[in-house]
Every structure is written in C-alpha cells, then in structure tokens.
C-alpha cells in the first residue's frame, strides 16, 4: 500500500459507495465513503500553487487532473469496493479559482488562484461610480447585491476579478475561451465529457442571481454590468443535479462502471459544512483547514456590506450558506512551522520531522492560556471576514526576552481562535440569534489543545468531530446520496459522530477576554 493510501474499514456487500475527489488548494484527496459515512479508503496526490509578481498565484490544471486520476485509481484498487456498488463520483474542490478551457476542454492557461488579486483593479474599474460608498458607485453596489447578494471584490480574489484579468492581460486567452470554469466543474467535465456549472458552483463569477434558489440562468443585467459574454460560460444544471456518466475511456482507467454517475460538484466549504452534520438552519461550524471558516446554514439569502458577510446558495435544496470565510487558518501553522522553525537555510539544522505537528500540539500545554501576553495575528494574506481587507498583515506582539517557541506556537493556535471569537459577533447579527455551540472540524481539529482553547475563547461548549479530516469527504458524499436518493439530508447529523465534547474553563475566562480586548 502506497504512503499517501490509508485504509480504514472493510467494504461490505450490502452498502452502496461514492468516489469523492477533494481537490483542496494543497493537493487531491479522493476517497471511497459508505452510505453511513464511513471512509473505507483515501489517498493523496500534493499539487503546487505558483506565486508570481503583481499579486499572481496559480495552478496548473494539468496537475490537478494527473493527481486526481492517480489518486482516484489507487483509491478504487485498494478499497477492495467491487465497481458496481460504487453508484457515483462526487466532486468538491477549492473555489474562487478560475480555469479557462477551450471546447475540447483543454485548458489554455494556467488556473488563476484565490489568493491572485491581479483582477483587483478591474474589479474597482467597474463597480466604481458616484455616489461612492467604500469605493462601489452606490446604484451599481445594490444591483449586484440585490442579485446576488456579493459585489465585485476590491482585492480582485474573486472568479470575476480572474476573468477580467485574462481579459484585459490574456486577450488571445480570452477569445479563444469556450468556458470559465471553476475547479469541481472542470473535473466534472474531465470526467463526463459535459461543460456544466450551477448556481452554486457560479456564485463568485457574479453572472448569475442568487435571488431564488435554482436559478438555471445567466442574469443579462449581470453580463452586461461585467463586460462579460453569455457564451464563455457553461451550462447551468440545478445545484443537486447530476452532470452524467462517466465517459466510458475515464471509467476503464479508474476501474468503474460506465454507468456510473457523476453529480453535480460542490465548494469544499459546503461538503465540510454538510460533512460535519451541520445540515440543520444555524448550526454553527468552525474549520480550520488551509483557511478558517465559521459558517452555518440559513434559509434566506442576505448581505451584511459591512462584514463583507453573505449567504450564498447551498447544495442543500431551498437552504443557503453563511460564507464565513475569514483567510488563513491551518496555512498559518504550515508557514510557522516552514519559515521560521524548520526553515531550510544557514540556519537550519534538519529537515521538518513527519511528527511536526503532533509536536505542535505537544509544546502548546508548556505555555499558560494567554501565552504569557504574546499575541499572533493571522492575517498573513488578508482579511475575508468580518472586516475584508487584502493589505493588512499578520505578525507576532508583545514578544519579550523570557518569550520561547512554545509562547508563539501556543499563540498561534489562539490567535486563530481570538479570529473566530471576533468573527462570531457579526456572525451572529447576520442569523438574528446566537451560536450555543460549535462544530470543529477540519485538520485543525486533530488537536484536543486547540479544541479546548476555542472553546475557552469563545465561551460555548465546542463538539470535536470524529475524522475530522475526512469531514469534507463524508459530506460531498452524503450530498451525492441524497442526490441519488438512497439517503435523506435529515438523516445525516445522526450519522456524523462526535468524538469529544469540550466545554469552558472559567478559569481562563479573565484571561482571554484581556486578550481578546488587545487583539482587537
């Protein structure tokens, strides 16, 4: 069995199956997912993101599928899962990435990542206007806003910032164009030979209304306030609908049945969110993956302008979706650990060990809540939410002379939690009630430390899910089966098992509200 394959359970004879593909911006993780949630088998293929001059950061999509594809076969082999009980593959990806690709479905260029804000100038070229509010024309701010709940992104890192970069910068990219796609729509046409994309998977190219949910159809007003052509864009299908078959080449290299279904690809956010057991109206989630995410679902579509919050459509039929995404989560931990403690250059005195982050987690119960008054801020890259802004950067505060590696890395872990406490506020006036509890999932929530500490920070119990690295599979999983039918979305919270409930140790309450108080 190959390193990057972990195997978790028999398969058994009377269950059906999903291949889901994670296409995160750190790698491709495919694995097979029972109808009870349980993760048979995964495996990991890495994939590279490219910064370049003026704010650029791609990928390159060739990678994605080749990792995909190598994932995605292991996967099925080592399961053991013989390929007619595995009734669909699923998709979710990272999102707010834009590929262009020609009508073969060949990309012309590389991807352009969330993080690139080349687009940003064009972004604030056409919403600007008199009145000005915070830089948007006043008329068109609430036109957009009014359709589809979002505003061109000033910092340009959104699908519409990438498409009028390749626009303005690529023109030869642009003509050429058949389709803008985001990630899980361009493996979903790798896979079936079909150009789709949903509302939901559409929302940040800002062409389409959010007004009512399912909406099948490019908004001319939205085209035209772009600059942007109907035909570079796909077609749209519901946002629980099912793309195909699998084109009958792709089936055999995967080891799968024709017959097999692929559904509609959804964002990671929503899969984890789903995957948590977070299904029910205003059941709070917190993630920490490559990026920190608070977010629940609700039934209404709504803006907040001044948090930069919105709800967005979900896969879920009727429900939308808290965009909470705050910016750097887990990255933080990856740059520390990379940059500054394992960094390779005159200093360094070995590589970084496999256990890194168990070692993480350990040194953090050396340091007392509040690390003797040592502060992180994790805006490495920006603010998303509550309070967007793509210029502003993190650092350590308040370091001293007794200040250690423990103090910084316990301070990590709680400036991450200080985010989401500052978060939860304009969260919570976004739902109209309060958060009673949170779900905790993602990598981030491997670590019992980290766990306790939010808890402690934002002062209500935190409910540790079991697996939570697999959280985003099982959820793009459960989505497919209720897709398919063999699975009610009211079934899934039974089925997601919590591993631990952490509550708040009012003993580090006065503690980190001073804290907290600095933070801010």
């Not at 491709?28 to 029972?34: D, Q, R, Y």
């Not at 608070?294 to 919105?310: A, I």
């Amino acid at each position: 069995m190959q390193d990057n394959m972990t195997k978790s359970v028999p398969p058994s004879p009377s269950v059906h199956y999903v291949l889901v593909i994670d296409l995160g911006t750190g790698g491709a993780k495919t694995a097979i997912v029972s109808d009870t949630g349980e993760v048979i088998a995964s495996s990991k293929e890495p994939i590279s993101t490219y910064l370049l001059p003026g704010g650029g950061a791609e990928q390159d999509p060739h990678e994605w599928w080749d990792s995909t594809i190598k994932a995605a076969k292991t996967v099925v082999l080592e399961s053991g899962v013989p390929p007619e009980q595995i009734v669909a593959v699923a998709c979710d990806s990272q999102f707010s990435v834009t590929v262009p690709v020609d009508a073969q479905g060949d990309p012309l260029m590389n991807a352009v990542h969330w993080t690139d804000t080349r687009g940003g100038k064009y972004n604030r070229k056409i919403s600007k206007g008199f009145p000005n509010i915070q830089g948007y024309g006043l008329l068109k701010a609430l036109k957009w806003v009014r359709l589809t709940g979002l505003a061109p992104t000033h910092s340009g890192m959104c699908c519409l910032g990438h498409i009028l970069f390749i626009k303005n910068e690529r023109p030869e990219i642009y003509a050429k164009t058949d389709n803008f796609l985001e990630p899980m729509d361009f493996l979903t046409a790798g896979l079936t030979g079909r150009f789709t994309a949903t509302q939901q998977t559409s929302t940040l190219m800002l062409v389409v209304s959010n007004q009512t949910w399912g909406s099948l159809e490019y908004n001319d007003t939205l085209l035209k306030m772009a600059g942007l052509e109907k035909n570079k864009f796909p077609d749209l299908i519901p946002n629980n609908g099912i793309v195909g078959p699998l084109m009958p080449s792709v089936a055999e290299e995967l080891g799968l049945m024709p017959s097999t279904q692929v559904v509609a690809g959804i964002f990671d956010t929503h899969g984890t969110a789903i995957g948590s057991g977070a299904v029910r109206d205003f059941d709070g989630v917190i993630c920490i993956g490559t990026s920190l995410v608070m977010t629940c679902h609700v039934p209404f579509k709504k803006t907040h302008l001044s948090s930069s919050m919105v709800s967005i459509p979900s896969p879920i039929k009727s429900k939308y979706f808290l965009l909470g995404e705050q910016g750097l989560g887990g990255k933080c931990l990856e740059f520390y650990l990379k940059n500054i403690v394992f960094a390779q250059d005159e200093f360094s005195t070995d590589q970084m060990p496999e256990d890194a982050y168990e070692r993480f987690n350990r040194i953090v119960s050396q340091v007392p809540a509040g690390s003797e008054g040592v502060l992180f801020l994790p805006w490495l890259n920006g603010i998303v939410v509550p309070d967007q802004n793509d210029t502003v950067r993190g650092g350590f505060f308040n370091l001293s002379l007794k200040t250690t590696r423990s103090h910084m890395t316990r301070a990590i872990m709680e400036g991450l939690a200080y985010n989401s406490r500052w978060t939860r506020g304009p969260a919570e006036k976004f739902i109209g009630r309060k958060f009673k509890k949170f779900r905790f999932i993602g990598g981030g929530a491997l670590s019992d430390e980290w766990a306790q500490i939010h808890a402690d920070v934002l002062g209500v119990p935190i409910h540790q899910i079991d697996d939570p690295v697999n959280a985003t599979a099982r959820g793009t999983a459960f989505n497919a089966f209720v897709i398919l039918g063999h699975r009610s979305m009211e079934e899934v919270p039974d089925l997601v098992r919590i591993k631990k409930i952490y509550e708040p140790d009012l003993s580090n309450r006065a503690i980190y509200d001073k804290m907290y108080g600095q933070y801010l």
